[in-house]
DNA sequence: TTTTTAGTTCTCTATTTGCAGAACTAAAAA
DNA sequence: TTTTTAGTTCTGCAAATAGAGAACTAAAAA
């Protein structure tokens, strides 16, 4: 019998669209629509069967999404006494990591355009300043965020 | 007789190196490194061929590339008086943009979480709490960055 | 002990991507 | 007018991606 979960077509239309969002963020197909799955879903914690039936995934694709969620920390498991199946859920809280993690990409950014002005010759003044000045422009974000993340947690109190 | 631009061993590393970046971004390998290119050649401005030959690349690719990078606005050529050919470079300051409109995901996110959170049951409390909470989260820091960007012009002059 | 469960791994195929090379084109130069 | 320049477009291939389906496996249940 199907173990698949019951979603409506505007449920499954949005995992479609998250799906989509997650790929042009580079995640394959499979993983992206698991990971949107285990967000729409109303049950939120899913079973390999569930979610292989709901998404219509052969055993392979499921296994290996699961498995590249879970090893990229997206995903989590659960189980439960007596039973020998992982109930599958969406690591909520990995988001907030996933924004700040985001964040951190202008630092890589910057410290490689360093490299470039490193490597470039003094003559070719306009260009270098400008690269001088998105490079402060990203070093000054870098500085500020701690702060503004420090005023969030405040506000959480 | 070559064309190509005269890059040491560091200057190349540094090139395939951003150009790796790019692609990490979405970006396909030969607009990646091109892009790159424009940044590290001490010429800021390079002909098509200047840049097919520096890079190894056929004609197909380098048009191809070119011709993505101008319609999505990362690159800009220059034309001299008297000469047919076009001059390419980086335009520098959209990378300042690039960075804005990174941040500016994280709206995007925050709606299609909203719109997630308006199809949940409301007894998985729990859950729905947490999407709440990094909803806040990212209201918050759309929310502040315009004002962190303010004092950056600011802070300009 | 045999069977079932909950997956994993292997093989194969369809699709997509990224590029090369050649043919082509429009404007300028000779 | 013919040739050259500065590309563009077309054809085709090679590699990478993504997933189906079947064979396999290890632990638990019967």
Redo the contacts with the bound molecule.
């Keep these: 019998m199907s173990e698949a979960v019951q979603l409506s077509e505007e449920q499954r239309r949005l995992i479609e669209k998250m799906g989509v969002g997650g790929?042009k963020n580079?995640?394959?197909?499979?993983?992206?629509?698991i990971m949107a799955l285990l967000m729409v879903s109303p049950e939120t914690e899913l079973?390999?069967?569930q979610v292989?039936e709901t998404?219509?995934?052969?055993?392979?694709?499921?296994?290996?999404?699961?498995?590249m969620l879970?090893t990229t920390q997206k995903i989590d498991?659960i189980t439960k006494p007596?039973?020998?199946?992982?109930?599958?859920k969406n690591k909520i809280g990995s988001w907030k990591e996933d924004v700040r993690s985001n964040f951190q990409n202008i630092t890589r950014l910057a410290d490689l355009f360093e490299e470039v002005l490193s490597l470039r010759p003094a003559d070719t003044t306009e260009f270098n300043n400008k690269l001088r000045e998105i490079i402060a422009f990203m070093r000054f974000m870098e500085e500020k965020l701690p702060g503004l993340y420090r005023q969030w947690e405040e506000s959480q109190g």
């Design positions: 790929e580079g995640m394959p197909p499979a993983p992206a629509r079973t390999f069967d292989r998404l219509n995934l052969s055993k392979s694709a499921t296994s290996n999404a699961i498995n879970l498991y007596g039973d020998r199946k992982r109930y599958f």
